[in-house]
Nanobody, 122 residues
Framework: QVQLVESVGGLVQAGGSLRLSCAAS????????MGWFRQAPGKEREFVAS????????YYADSLKGRFTISRDNAKNTVYLQMNSLKPEDTAVYYC???????????????WGQGTQVTVSS
């Protein structure tokens, strides 16, 4: 079992930046692929990014490449999502996820955090 706890999101103005973190506990963090998803009001949950255990295999949603950066620190059992040049359409609940398999847009990771609200004002 893996427990995932996201940091508190927040309210940020358009064009601003925000970094989310997700702390994992339970089984060996470094064994897991970590990912971020988000769900905007009235929309389905969508894939944001994922990173494998080594940090060498990183995937992003095409629409977010260049603005969002995923990283991990296995020593701290933490994965990060750096979000830059934020837009109002980035407003969503952001979820951290973990799985032993690679995480892509059509994946259903085994473990999820509780989600954290990110609101971008125009």
């Amino acid at each position: 079992q893996v427990q995932l706890v996201e940091s508190v999101g927040g309210l940020v103005q358009a064009g601003g930046s925000l970094r989310l973190s997700c702390a994992a506990s339970g089984r060996t963090f470094s064994s897991y692929v970590m990912g971020w998803f988000r769900q905007a009001p009235g929309k389905e949950r969508e894939f944001v990014a994922s990173i494998d255990w080594s940090g060498n295999a990183i995937y992003y949603a095409d629409s977010l490449k260049g603005r969002f950066t995923i990283s991990r620190d296995n020593a701290k059992n933490t994965v990060y999502l750096q979000m830059n040049s934020l837009k109002p359409e980035d407003t969503a609940v952001y979820y951290c996820a973990a799985d032993l398999n690679l995480i892509f847009s059509n994946s259903r990771p085994a473990y999820w955090g509780q989600g954290t609200q990110v609101t971008v004002s125009s």
